[in-house]
């Protein structure tokens, strides 16, 4: 009973004592689960493009993007989203401070080492707090440009204009930002680690 109370009161005082989160270093295991996304993203996108050509890859692009981001946020108890500035899937928009931070990504999605470039933050406080990895996704010639590139062959315009009416991830060019994965993590549980 003492004991309970004690418990009580240091969560108590835990939880008042941190009004913003301490910086909380994510990057190792965030950096592990964006590769795994864009490996097994990759590897279905490749098959399908062999097995039917870009217009049938869209389909498996629309499915498998994410049903992946889902099961590695279930895994991971982070939340994994991929998002952009002109995006194609409207939940992948960008709200609230993430437009500015992708811009400023969007400025240098490169690293002088030529490796993508991450960006990590804090946000909220309290039960609220999280810490964020984003990490860009720079636009390649292949085998991107075939559905995000500067000219696209029109059956594939049609098929991306029937799945996504809102459709603004075209007219991309080697190197531009196309996009980041965001990882974000609730601070309490990357603390307990
Ligand atoms: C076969 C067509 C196709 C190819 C090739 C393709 N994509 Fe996409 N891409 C899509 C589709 C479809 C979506 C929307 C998926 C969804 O509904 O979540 C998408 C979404 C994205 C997103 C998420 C943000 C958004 O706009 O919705 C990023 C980032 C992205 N693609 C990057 C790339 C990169 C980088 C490459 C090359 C390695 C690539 N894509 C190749 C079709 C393609």
Known sequence: MTRLMLAGVILA??????PSPEPVDVSAKSAALADRFQADLQGQ????MKAGGPVGAIGVCQQAAPAIAASLSEESGAEVRRIALKERNPAAAPEGDLRERLEQLAAAPLTAEGKPAVMQWTSGSGADAKAHFMRAIPMKEQPCAACHGTS???EVKNKLAELYPADKATGFKSGDLRGAILVSWPVGAARDE
């Not at 996108?45 to 399908?48: E, G, K, P, R, S």
Request: net charge neutral; glycine share 8%.
């Open 13 to 18: 005082v835990a939880g008042c004592a941190a």
């Open 45 to 48: 996108l490749q098959a399908a």
């Open 152 to 154: 696209i062959a029109p």
